[in-house]
C-alpha cells in the first residue's frame, strides 16, 4: 500500500540548484505591442512579409516577459509554453527564442524535462500532472514508490516545493537545470462573473544554479505576474493555431490572450447558447477570442495592432460575456481568423489601418449579408 507522504518522510537528499493584477472583463481591452521581429519572409528577398505583433502568452511590451534566461545564451531565451507525459515521465513543451530580426526562425521548438520535486530536503519523481479548469495538481513518489501524494499548487507553496526541470541549452549546447518554486497559492484571476469564469492564477519563481529568483511571468515595467495553466489544448508560439491533446497542459500568463480568453467567460468547461439557439462550442470560441485580440486576421499568427490599443466585443451568447455595442464594425471572427474585416476606405475600421493586410484579397468586407449571417453566431469586434 502506498503511504501519504504527510504519513511518513523520507530521506532522499537533493543539492537544491540555486535556488500584477488583471483588468475587468467589462472595460475595453488593449491588446499586445508589436516587436520588432519577422514571423515570415519573402523567400526571394528575405524581406520582412509580415507586421508582426504580439506574443498570445504575455504582452511584448516594455518590461514584459515570459521565459528562462541565462548569462550564458547571450541574447537568446527559452519559453516554456506547457507540459505533456512520455514514456513514463513528463516533458517540457519549450522553444529556443531568437529576436533577432534576421534570425529565419524565431521559435525552434526544443523541449526539456521534468527531472522531479524537490521538497524538503527530500527529491521525488512525478508521476502525473492535472488542471482541473485551471487548478494545477502535482502526483509524486520517493524512489521506492512506497511514498506519494498528490498536492495542489496552494500546498506545493506551504511546503515551499520545487519542481526540477531540464531545458536544452538554445544555444545548443547541453542542457541548463532550473528550479520552479510556487511563490503563492492559487488566486482568482478576475471576480467570477455570472458565467462562472473559475480561473485562478500564481507565481512562480524560476533560477539557475546561483541565479537569484525571478518571476517566469513579467509585466508592465517588470512586474511580478501570474502564470496560468490550462489542459487540452497547446498552441503554436509563430501560427497561434491550437492543438487539441487531453494530456497537454498549457503554461502561459495571466496577461496573454489564451489566459484573458478564459477570463472573460471563453473557457472550454463553461456553457453558453448562441443566438441562433445552438449550443456553443466554447473550445472555439476561446480561439476565436485569441484571434480577435491579437487582430490575426489571417489566422496565421500575424497580429495588426499593438499594446494598448481599445477596442469592443460583442458576443451573442447567453449568459452574456461581452455586450460593447459595435458602431464603427473591425471584423467578424473565428477559431481560424477573420471571416470578414472592414479594411476600405471609408470605413476602415481596422484598429491599425496604417498597418498593410498582406491577406487582404483573401478576406472580404463585412456587407450587410454577411453580418446578419454572422452576428447570431460568431464573436465580433469593433474600435470606440
Known sequence: MKRSLFAQTIGLSLLLLGGCSSG??????????KIKVCQSRDPDTGTCADNNGDDINNPNAAGYDFGLHHSDWSDLFYKPTGFYPQAGGWKVRGWAVNLDP???????????????????????????????????????????AT??????????NANGAQLVIAVPNPTGRGETYFNWEFKTGELPVEVIKAWGADVTAQLIYVAAKAQVPTSLCKGSGGADERVVFQQGY???PDTFAKSVDPLAITITCEEGAIAEGLARGYSPWSTAIVGDGSAAVMGDWQQSFIRMKTADYCG????????????????????????????KLEAIWGPDGAFCVNKTAPNDYRRHPELALGCAAA??????????????????????
Not at 475587468?24 to 505591442?33: H, K, P
Not at 496565421?300 to 458602431?327: C, M, Q, W
Not at 478576406?363 to 470606440?384: E, F, H, Q, Y
Open 24 to 33: 475587468d472583463a467589462g472595460d475595453q481591452d488593449n491588446v499586445l505591442n
Open 102 to 144: 534576421l534570425a529565419l526562425d524565431h521559435h525552434v521548438s526544443a523541449d526539456g524535462l521534468v527531472k522531479g520535486l524537490a521538497m524538503g530536503g527530500s527529491f521525488y519523481t512525478v508521476k502525473n500532472m492535472k488542471v482541473a479548469r485551471t487548478s494545477l495538481r502535482i502526483s509524486f513518489c520517493d524512489a521506492t
Open 147 to 156: 511514498v506519494c501524494d498528490t498536492m495542489s499548487v496552494d500546498q506545493l
Open 234 to 236: 497547446y498552441w503554436d
Open 300 to 327: 496565421s499568427g500575424d497580429p495588426f495592432t499593438f499594446h494598448g490599443t481599445k477596442y469592443l466585443i460583442s458576443a451573442p451568447l447567453e449568459k452574456v460575456r461581452d455586450n460593447d455595442p459595435i458602431g
Open 363 to 384: 478576406i472580404p468586407d463585412c456587407d450587410a449579408a454577411t453580418v446578419d449571417l454572422r452576428s447570431k453566431t460568431n464573436l465580433m469586434n469593433g474600435i470606440p
